[in-house]
């Protein structure tokens, strides 16, 4: 097993989102937003922020012209479609394993609600989201934020990159 994995496991029984964490948000997000985003457990949340954290040290350290604010704000939205059926961290531990032991094929199953949205948030945010006026690269960041077979987009590189180290 990996040791990142042990990593988040520990982070998702401990983390708690703080005043700093809150005062993030709140800069980033607007009500609807923060409805949304105040829907996902608080672990989520507070992968949601360390995700948008890191992308936020990328944007300060990057010669590169990136759009920090859309880049944050996709990155607190990017795991929105679990509202949509709320997994807890036991269940998204066996899931892991089940996914890694299965190399993918338990995916097979996303008719049970569990393997469902464990695969298929991403598509489920951007369902949430399509018809609130994002653009279409906003829309298509929080769509294929798992889809590892796109390489060529810079933004998704980092939002996939963040993402996985947390």
């Known amino acids: 097993m990996n040791m990142y994995r042990v990593k988040q496991f520990y982070q998702c029984m401990t983390d708690k989102m703080n005043n700093k964490d809150k005062s993030f948000v709140k800069k980033y997000l607007n009500d609807y ?50 509202v949509t059926y709320k997994l807890n961290v036991v269940d998204k531990s066996i899931l892991v394993i089940l996914d890694g032991l299965s190399k993918g094929k338990i995916k097979r199953y996303s008719s049970l609600k569990k393997i469902d949205a464990y695969y298929n948030h991403a598509e489920k945010g951007y369902c949430i989201l399509k018809n ?24 998704l590189n980092i939002l996939r990159f963040c993402d996985d180290k947390n």
């Open 132 to 155: 609130k006026g994002y653009d279409e690269s906003f829309l298509y960041l929080i769509k294929n934020h798992h889809n590892k077979s796109i390489i060529e987009n810079k933004e």
């Open 33 to 82: 937003e923060s409805n949304l985003f105040n829907k996902l457990s608080i672990d989520e949340q507070k992968h949601s922020v360390r995700v948008a954290y890191d992308i936020d040290q990328i944007c300060k350290d990057s010669k590169e012209n990136l759009d920090k604010n859309k880049l944050i704000k996709v990155a607190l939205l990017h795991d929105i479609g679990k």
